[in-house]
């Protein structure tokens, strides 16, 4: 056996490559020094063509406080979907990659129609991301700012997105950033002839469970409940708050609280009243006024149950609807004018309106009667 020295400076792991076993010198391998690989920095946003596992990048959807949501397609098989890729500077020891993927497994804790479907998961240049399915329409906040939502339409809504939310409360699960823009209505009705989508469950509760949100104002400053703000125990009942504020945009025209300082937001929601209902829409069913009031309460415990919302809901539709037509038994006769012997029309003495008509006929029919009954009489 012919064994080799290693160089002076050459590495200990080059070794076995210079080792060799009979081997004729022409054949033996030649030593190499290995360079470490520099590893690029990929760009914080994406552009079209660009890959993320098996999914290429078509446009970019949106762009939120903790990540941007991309159109994608599957370069096998063609499937279109939505990814939403964590923006890196969200990542640290408080909000790991775990605990963006959560969001994962709640939408199918959860388990409704409602939900968005997420069916993939992984990471990409150390950032997490989500495969999810990708909707078609828009969100209920641009709905509202085009002036196409109807009262009777925002309230339709508004029941579809209380059974999501009923949903996820039986299921343990707090939304806790109920807004406008999550709230996305697809342009044609899914299962059921569901139309509303719940999105962006990534900052959600799970009662029972460690809180990674804990000591954080976890959602949008517009929609908070003040336990948000206080740091006390988030219940279902921080999800009703939210609601009540998204329901007076879309049915008053604007949220409750408005202020120009986020400071003076955060005391509105801790101590303010809020207006009164009758003040933007004079005409509002009493008790769906009440019921607003009630879910903007500073005391959890104080607030309605979802359930309750939704049975007021029901009743302010039914108050909403258009109301059928009654129409009398003498619109439904036909109009045919009278004709003389010859078959000529004749003249119509009493109007031209469907009632008058009517009333002529009758009157005439009237006459021949009378007439017939002097002749027998006579």
């Not at 994406?46 to 762009?63: A, I, M, T």
């Not at 003389?340 to 119509?348: E, N, Q, S, T």
């Amino acid at each position: 056996m012919a064994a080799t020295s290693l160089p002076v400076g050459r590495p200990a792991d080059d070794a076995a490559a210079l080792a060799t076993v009979d081997v004729p010198p022409a054949r033996r391998k030649r030593a190499t020094t290995r360079v470490p690989t520099v590893r690029r920095p990929r760009p914080a946003m994406l552009q079209p063509g660009n890959r993320v596992s098996y999914w290429r990048v078509e446009r970019e959807l949106g762009r939120g406080g903790m990540a941007s949501v991309y159109a994608v397609s599957h370069t096998r098989f063609g499937k279109r979907a939505a990814l939403k890729l964590a923006h890196r500077s969200i990542l640290g020891p408080d909000f790991t990659p775990a605990t963006f993927l959560r969001e994962a497994r709640i939408v199918h804790i959860v388990d409704h129609p409602g939900m968005p479907d997420v069916f993939a998961t992984g990471t990409y240049d150390g950032r997490p991301y989500l495969a999810m399915e990708r909707l078609t329409g828009e969100t209920l906040g641009q709905l509202h700012d085009a002036g196409l939502l109807t009262r009777l339409a925002a309230v339709e809504y508004l029941l579809e997105l209380c059974e999501v939310i009923a949903a996820a409360h039986q299921a343990g699960v707090v939304h806790r950033d109920l807004k406008l823009d999550n709230v996305f209505v697809q342009s044609t009705p899914g299962v059921g002839g569901r139309r509303v989508k719940l999105l962006d469950w990534g900052v959600a509760r799970i009662l029972g469970e460690d809180d990674p949100m804990k000591g954080m104002i976890a959602g949008t400053l517009t929609y908070v409940a003040p336990e948000q703000i206080t740091g006390e125990e988030i219940t279902q009942a921080a999800d009703i708050y939210s609601l009540a504020v998204l329901c007076y945009h879309v049915l008053l025209g604007e949220p409750p609280f408005q202020a120009t300082s986020d400071l003076d937001l955060v005391k509105k929601h801790l101590h303010g009243t809020p207006p009164s209902p009758q003040l933007m829409w004079p005409e509002i069913p009493q008790e769906l006024a009440m019921l607003l009031t009630a879910m903007l309460a500073k005391e959890a415990a104080e607030r309605p149950t979802i359930d309750e919302v939704a049975r007021v809901l029901e009743l302010t539709r039914e108050r909403l609807e258009p109301k059928p037509v009654r129409r009398r038994w003498y619109e439904s006769l036909p109009l045919r004018p009278p004709i003389d012997v010859l078959g000529r029309a004749m003249p119509l003495a009493f109007g031209t309106s469907r009632r008058a008509r009517v009333v002529g006929a009758m009157v005439a029919a009237g006459l021949a009667v009378v007439g017939v009954l002097s002749m027998i009489s006579a």
